[in-house]
C-alpha cells in the first residue's frame, strides 16, 4: 500500500469520511510519506490554472485533513489550514470536528501550540467581504481546539466576533432556531461581546440573515428567562454606546437594547444625555427616545433636560434641531425657560422655517428665561434676518443692528491640483512596480511611468532587463505558461490597458509566450467580441503596438506621449526632444497621434522653427499640427430625449443624447476620435472612464460628452468616474455645456461622497474662473425636469458652493434654472424647491443683483405660508 496514493485518491473522490479514517489509522511512517509528498502536489495543482485553482477549491476539506494529519509541525499545520485555497470548507462545523479528531493523536501541547498559532491567525475581513463570506475563516477549528485542549475561549476581537458570525450561520442553517442558551462560549464571551472590534458588524450580518430571529432577539429572551444576567447586557450596552465608533459597529446594540425593553429606572440618563452631541444618528434617536421616557417618568431633572436640548438644538442634523425645538415646544414654559438658551443655535443652523419656528417658541418663553438665556438669544438674533430680528426685539428688547459692512465673502479654497510622480529610473524599480500592477487596478499616471521606463531601460538593455523581470514573470504568471487559460479566464486580456501593459513586460522577458498569446483572436472564449469603445481605442491601440514591437524583437528609445504633467499634457519642449531622440525614425503611430493630442493649447512659437527641422515624416507633421494651432474646437451640446428604456433594459424616462461636430478637414483618426458614438449602456468597464480625460487634456468638452453617454450609469455606478470629472475641472481649453451636466449629474449621485467630489470640480472651475454657470443652471434644470437626479441631493452642494465663495457663479446658474423650476399657476411647488430658493436668497444676497425671474412674483403672490411661499417672497424682495 502506498500511503500517499490512497491518501490522494480519497482527497480526489472528495470521500472526506473515509479519508479521516484512513489517516486515523495510519501509521507514523505513512504520515512521513504524505508530509512529503503534500506540499509539491498542491503546488503543481495549484499552478495548472484557474480551473485547476477552482478544483482544488471544491477539494479543500480533504487537504484540510491530509495536512492536519500529517504536516509534522504545528507552525505547518497553521499555516497549511490558513491557505487561501483551501480557506472555505464546504462544511464548516463538520470540517472541524473531522480535523479535532485526526490531530488527537498528537500530544496535548502540540495541539495547545496549534490552537494558539491559529487563533493568531484570525483577522476580522474588510467591510466589503462581510457579506460575501460564509463565516470568519479558520475560526472553527481554533475554537474547537482551544476548547478541547483547555486552551479556553481566546477574548481577542476577531474570535469574539467569529464566534458571533458562526452563531449567525448556525442560525441560518436551523432556519432561526435559537442557537445561544447550549453555547459551551456563552458564558465566557458575553462580557466581551461589547467591546471587541468587528462584532457590530457581525451583529449586522445577523440581522440581514435572520430578520426576525435574532441573536440579538435571542439575548434578550435569554436575559427574560434569567439564563444571563440581564444589567450585564444593559451595562453592556451603555459601555458600547459610550465608546462611540462608526454607524455599523453601534446600530446592531441599539437593536438590542430595544430588544431589551428597559424600564425608566433602568434607563443610564446621564449616559444617554452625555451621548447627543457626538453619537451616530441611530444612537441620537434611541437616546431621544429613551430620555422622554425618563422625563415622563421624572428621572431627567431640569439641568439635565437643559444640557440635552442644547445639544440636540447644536447638532448639524436639521432632524435634530427640530426635535431639539418641539422638545422645548412640548415642555411646561417653567421647564422650556432654563433651556431656552439652545434656540441660539437653531438661529444660526437651521433652515428658514426651522429658524422661524425656534423665533416663535424663544418669543413665547421669554418671560420664562433667565438673564444667560435672554443674552444669548439676543446675541444670535443679530444674526438673523431684519424680520425675524424684530420680532424677537419684541420679546427680549432691542437686538443690535449686524455690522452694516457687509461680511466678506469667503475665499473659494479648491483641493490642490494633482502632482505628477516622478520617472522610473532603475531596473530593480521597475521589476517592484510590476509586481504591484499584477495585483492591483491600475492608474493611468502609473501605467504611464511603468510603460515609459519599460520602453527606455529595454532600449538600453534588453537582456538586462529580461534578467531582472524574470522572477516576476516566474511569480505572477501561471507556470507552465498556456495562453489559452489568460484567454478564458482574463477577462479583456487584450483589451484591459492594466493587463495589455503586463504584456509589454511579458513579450520582454518572455516573446515567444507573447506571440503566442498574441496569436488567439480577441473574444474567443466569449459570445462576442470585446467592446472597443472610443475613446478607449486609443489607450488600447498605443499599447498593442508597444507589444507588438517588443514581440518582433526591436526597442524604441523613447515613448513621445508619455505626460509631464499630471492632467495628461506633454510639453511642447519636451515632445520636440524626444522627436530629436528619434532621429530619421518614425515613432509608434498611436502613441504620436497621443503626444499631438496632450500638447498644451498654447505654445511657445519659437518652437515651430526647431520643429521644422526634424528628419522624419512624423516631424513634418508636427510642426503642421503646431502651424496650425492644434486641434480646432469642435461644437459640443446636448439634448434630451424621451426613451423607453436604455441598454440595461431599466425604465428612464429620458437619456442626454450629446452631439459632438467637428471641423472639416480632420485627418480620419481625429474625426474618428471626436466623433460620439452612439453605445447606449456602455461602461461594462467603468474604470475605463478614468483614462478619458488624459487623452485629450486640452478638449475637456470632448471627453465629456463621451462620458454622456454613459449617464444613466454614471448616476448609480463606480465612484472610480469621478475622478474623471475632477480631471475635467483641471484640464485645459473651454469647458462648457458638456461638462456643466457631467458635474451636475455627478452632483445627484446617491451617497455624499461623489456629490463632494462634484463640488470640488465646480470648485476648481470657479476658481479658475471658469465655470459655466449659465450651462450648469441649464443641465440642473433638465436633469430634475426629466427626474434623471433629484433636486434634495444637489441644493446642499450649491449652498456649500455659495456660502465658500462661488455665490456669484451659484447665482448665475439659478438664474437660469429656476424659470424652469418654478411651478406654474395652479401647480404645487415640486419637493425641495424650499431649500432650492433658500440658497438662491443666499447668493443674491451676496451677490446684491437686482433682475427679475420669471414666475417668481406670481409665486410670491399666492397666499399661504409654506416654506415655499415664504422663500419665494423672500427671494423676491431680496432681487427687486
Same mark, same amino acid.
Given at each position: ?725 475632477? =480631471?475635467? +475641472?483641471?484640464?485645459?481649453?473651454? &469647458?462648457? #455645456? ?5 458635474? /451636475? !449629474?455627478? $452632483? @445627484? %449621485? ?5 456629490? =463632494?467630489? +462634484?463640488?470640488?470640480?465646480?470648485? &476648481?472651475? #470657479? ?5 459655466? /454657470? !449659465?450651462? $450648469? @443652471? %441649464? ?22 458652493? /455659495? ?27 415640486? /419637493? ?49
Amino acid at each position: 500500500m502506498n500511503p500517499w496514493t490512497e491518501v490522494l485518491d480519497r482527497i480526489d473522490a472528495g470521500d472526506d469520511e473515509d479519508l479521516a479514517r484512513f489517516l486515523d489509522g495510519l501509521s507514523d511512517l505513512g504520515r512521513q510519506a504524505v508530509a512529503r509528498q503534500l506540499p509539491a502536489h498542491l503546488a503543481e495543482e495549484l499552478g495548472g490554472g484557474f480551473l485547476a485553482r477552482r478544483e482544488v477549491e471544491a477539494l479543500a476539506t480533504g487537504y484540510r485533513l491530509a495536512g492536519a494529519a500529517c504536516l509534522p509541525g504545528a507552525a505547518q499545520v497553521a499555516a497549511w489550514l490558513d491557505r487561501r485555497e483551501l480557506r472555505r470548507p464546504r462544511d464548516p462545523d463538520a470540517d472541524a470536528a473531522r480535523i479535532v479528531s485526526v490531530l488527537r493523536r498528537r500530544p496535548e501541547k502540540w495541539r495547545r501550540v496549534l490552537a494558539e498559532r491559529l487563533v493568531g491567525r484570525l483577522r476580522i475581513p474588510a467591510e466589503r467581504d462581510w457579506r460575501r463570506l460564509w463565516g470568519l475563516p479558520g475560526w472553527d477549528v481554533a475554537a474547537a481546539l482551544a476548547i478541547e485542549t483547555g486552551l479556553g475561549p481566546p477574548d481577542g476581537d476577531a474570535f469574539v466576533a467569529g464566534w458571533v458570525w458562526a452563531l449567525a450561520g448556525r442560525k441560518r442553517r436551523s432556519g432561526g432556531a435559537p442557537v445561544l442558551a447550549a453555547d459551551p462560549l456563552l458564558d465566557d464571551l458575553l462580557p466581551h461581546l461589547f467591546h471587541a472590534q468587528g462584532v457590530g458588524r457581525a451583529l449586522a450580518l445577523d440581522e440581514w440573515w435572520n430578520p426576525g430571529r435574532t441573536i440579538a432577539g435571542e439575548l434578550a429572551g435569554l436575559a427574560e428567562a434569567g439564563r444571563v444576567p440581564r444589567q450585564a447586557l444593559i451595562d453592556g450596552c451603555a459601555g458600547r454606546f459610550l465608546a462611540g465608533g462608526e454607524a455599523a459597529e453601534i446600530t446592531p446594540f441599539v437593536t438590542l437594547w430595544r430588544w431589551l425593553r428597559t424600564t425608566p429606572g433602568e434607563i443610564p440618563v446621564l449616559d444617554f444625555v452625555r451621548l447627543l452631541p457626538s453619537a451616530t444618528s441611530p444612537l441620537v434617536r434611541l437616546a431621544l427616545d429613551e430620555l422622554h421616557r425618563a422625563e415622563a417618568a421624572g428621572a431627567l431633572d431640569a439641568e439635565l433636560f437643559a444640557e440635552a436640548v442644547g445639544a440636540l438644538a447644536f447638532r448639524p442634523e436639521p432632524e435634530f434641531a427640530g426635535a431639539a425645538v418641539k422638545w422645548l415646544a412640548d415642555a411646561p414654559p417653567s421647564r422650556s425657560g432654563g433651556a431656552v438658551a439652545a434656540l441660539a443655535s437653531v438661529f444660526d443652523a437651521g433652515t428658514r422655517a426651522l429658524r422661524e419656528r425656534a423665533v416663535r417658541l424663544a418669543v413665547k418663553l421669554a418671560p420664562h428665561a433667565g438673564d444667560e438665556g435672554r443674552e444669548a438669544i439676543r446675541e444670535a438674533a443679530t444674526r438673523l434676518p431684519a424680520d425675524l430680528r424684530e420680532r424677537v426685539a419684541a420679546g427680549y428688547g432691542a437686538v443690535p443692528e449686524p455690522d452694516p459692512e457687509p461680511w466678506p465673502a469667503p475665499v473659494l479654497a479648491p483641493s490642490p491640483p494633482p502632482v505628477l510622480a516622478p520617472p522610473i529610473g532603475t531596473v530593480a524599480e521597475l521589476a517592484r512596480e510590476l509586481t504591484v500592477l499584477s495585483r492591483a487596478a491600475v492608474e493611468p499616471q502609473l501605467l504611464e511611468r511603468v510603460l515609459a521606463a519599460l520602453v527606455e531601460l529595454t532600449h538600453h538593455d534588453r537582456d538586462g532587463v529580461a534578467a531582472a523581470l524574470r522572477p516576476w514573470w516566474l511569480e505572477q504568471w501561471h507556470q507552465p505558461f498556456d495562453a489559452r487559460f489568460y484567454a478564458h479566464v482574463a477577462n479583456g486580456y487584450d483589451r484591459d490597458p492594466r493587463f495589455l501593459l503586463l504584456r509589454c513586460a511579458l513579450a520582454v522577458v518572455s516573446p515567444e509566450h507573447g506571440r503566442e498569446l498574441s496569436a488567439l483572436p480577441a473574444g474567443r472564449s466569449h459570445d462576442h467580441p470585446p467592446i472597443d469603445v472610443l475613446p478607449q481605442r486609443l489607450v488600447r491601440r498605443r499599447l498593442r503596438e508597444v507589444v507588438a514591437l517588443f514581440e518582433r524583437g526591436e526597442t524604441i528609445p523613447v515613448l513621445l506621449a508619455t505626460p509631464t504633467a499630471a492632467t495628461g499634457h506633454v510639453g511642447a519642449r519636451t515632445l520636440i526632444e524626444r522627436m530629436e531622440r528619434l532621429g530619421e525614425t518614425e515613432p509608434l503611430e498611436a502613441d504620436f497621434q497621443q503626444a499631438l493630442l496632450r500638447l498644451p493649447r498654447h505654445v511657445d512659437p519659437a518652437l515651430l522653427v526647431r520643429a521644422e527641422k526634424l528628419p522624419s515624416q512624423a516631424g513634418r507633421r508636427l510642426a503642421a499640427w503646431l502651424r496650425d494651432g492644434g486641434l480646432p474646437d469642435p461644437v459640443v451640446d446636448w439634448k434630451l430625449r424621451r426613451v423607453r428604456h436604455d441598454g440595461d433594459h431599466r425604465w428612464v424616462p429620458y437619456e442626454v443624447r450629446p452631439s459632438v461636430v467637428p471641423p472639416e478637414g480632420l485627418p480620419g483618426w481625429l474625426a474618428e476620435l471626436c466623433a460620439v458614438e452612439r453605445r447606449s449602456g456602455y461602461l461594462a468597464y467603468p474604470r475605463d472612464v478614468v483614462w478619458w480625460p488624459a487623452i485629450m487634456p486640452s478638449h475637456p468638452e470632448v471627453v465629456a460628452a463621451h462620458l454622456l453617454l454613459c449617464l444613466p450609469r454614471f448616476l448609480d455606478g463606480s465612484d472610480a468616474r469621478l475622478d474623471a470629472v475632477t =480631471a475635467l +475641472a483641471h484640464a485645459d481649453g473651454p &469647458v462648457g #455645456a458638456a461638462t456643466a451636466i457631467t458635474i /451636475a !449629474a455627478a $452632483l @445627484g %449621485r446617491r451617497r455624499p461622497a461623489p456629490r =463632494a467630489t +462634484a463640488a470640488d470640480a465646480l470648485t &476648481v472651475l #470657479a476658481v479658475r474662473g471658469r465655470l459655466p /454657470a !449659465a450651462e $450648469l @443652471g %441649464r443641465a440642473i434644470a433638465e436633469l430634475i425636469r426629466a427626474e434623471l437626479v433629484v433636486l434634495g441631493r444637489i441644493t446642499p452642494a450649491l449652498a456649500e458652493l /455659495a456660502s465658500g465663495g462661488a455665490h456669484a457663479e451659484i447665482w448665475r446658474a439659478l438664474a437660469v434654472a429656476l424659470p424652469s423650476l418654478l411651478p406654474a399657476p395652479g401647480e404645487r411647488p415640486r /419637493a425641495g424647491l424650499g431649500e432650492l430658493l433658500e440658497v438662491a436668497v443666499q447668493a443674491a444676497a451676496l451677490t446684491g443683483v437686482r433682475c427679475e425671474i420669471r414666475g417668481l412674483a406670481d409665486l410670491a403672490a399666492r397666499k399661504g405660508s409654506s416654506h415655499v411661499l415664504k422663500e419665494a417672497r423672500r427671494l423676491h424682495l431680496a432681487i427687486s
